[in-house]
């Protein structure tokens, strides 16, 4: 089972999260709402993606459950017994892991940016 496509995709998910939601929070907490208009100015999308941003995030943390349950369950099957098909079934895990956990991280900083940040500004 190739994990590496799921882990991908996540990471694709919670990046669009990141760009969509969690940047208008940030560049208002940091006090560049000026700067974040003329983005907005250059690339308008941004304002009709906001407008989903519980889709875009319920959608994201589906596939970040669907490539973690991958994660885990790849994790626990064998590599094969070739040497070099072995190094390289255990460098895509690791590299794998490695996609998940940037996802998930994105997705979390996203989350907080979106639906906390706010409340306290």
Excluded: H
């Excluded at 974040?36 to 994201?60: D, G, Q, R, W």
């Excluded at 369950?73 to 690791?94: E, M, Q």
């Amino acid at each position: 089972m190739n994990e590496r496509p799921a882990s991908l995709f996540a990471l694709m998910a919670s990046s669009s999260t990141l760009l969509c939601c969690a940047l208008p929070a940030l560049f208002v907490a940091v006090g560049a709402g000026a700067t974040f208009a003329s983005i907005v100015s250059a690339m308008p999308f941004l304002i009709a993606v906001s407008v989903y941003k519980i889709e875009i995030s319920i959608f994201t943390l589906m596939m970040l459950l669907g490539a973690g349950y991958l994660n885990y369950r790849s994790a626990r099957l064998p590599c094969p017994a070739d040497p070099v098909l072995g190094r390289a079934c255990l460098k895509t895990r690791r590299n794998s892991r490695r996609i998940f956990y940037l996802s998930t991280t994105l997705y979390v900083v996203a989350t907080i940016f979106t639906y906390w940040v706010p409340r306290f500004l």
